[in-house]
């Protein structure tokens, strides 16, 4: 067996999106209502996927606003991004995007590995983001995306197991070069 690969994701995405609860469902297998981080947390899990171990460490950002997160000394040392939006909030799909150029400024790539997810299936009736709408921009940026709801467990270690799949996909790109 080969040793674990070590991989590091951030969460980031508009405040009450759910990327706590996505990354304590992942990481401790519950849902928690109320959750408040003053600071921001890592958390860290092993998955396995197409034979090989991955260790991934997971920054959840919460309590921060995306500038602190990408002035910060960590945004440089990301492996990838798991980029985090309410399928019932607008404002949290447009910032998404306003996210991501952040990171491209700031890094200065064209473009990174990321997944976007749309969190919070299961409010159906409260729906602003058509399933359509999500994956158009997935397209547009050649990246995985997926609805999740973080709290009926729905599709949320899909988030990283695409994760590992589009960051595959970034690296046989990179080969061709
Ligand atoms: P964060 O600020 O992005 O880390 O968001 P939190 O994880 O703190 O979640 C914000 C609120 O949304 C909390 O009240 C959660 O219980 C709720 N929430 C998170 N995920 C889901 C979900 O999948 N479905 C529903 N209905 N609520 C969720």
């Known amino acids: 067996t080969n040793p674990p690969k070590s991989r590091r994701?951030?969460?980031?995405?508009a405040r009450a999106v759910g990327k706590s609860s996505l990354v304590i469902q992942f990481c401790e297998n519950h849902f928690v209502e109320s959750y408040y981080p003053t600071i921001e947390s890592t958390f860290t899990k092993t998955i396995r996927y197409k034979g090989y171990e991955y260790s991934v460490e997971i920054m959840d950002?919460?309590?921060q606003d995306e500038y602190s997160i990408l002035s910060s000394h960590h945004a440089s040392s990301m492996d990838g991004y798991v980029l985090v939006y309410s399928i019932s909030s607008r404002s949290s799909f447009d910032m998404v995007k306003i996210i991501r150029d952040k990171i491209l400024d700031f890094t200065g790539l064209e473009s990174v590995p990321c997944v976007v997810v749309g969190n919070k299936s299961d409010l159906s009736i409260q729906r602003q983001i058509s399933p359509e709408e999500g994956k158009e921009l997935g397209e547009q940026w050649q990246c995985s995306t997926i609805e999740t709801s973080a709290k009926h467990d729905e599709n949320v270690y899909c988030c990283w197991f695409l994760f590992t799949d589009s960051e595959e996909q970034t690296q046989v790109l990179k080969l061709d070069f």
Do not use: D, N, Q, Y
Not at 9 to 13: C, D, H, K, S, T
């Open 61 to 63: 950002t919460a309590g």
């Open 9 to 13: 994701i951030a969460v980031l995405g």
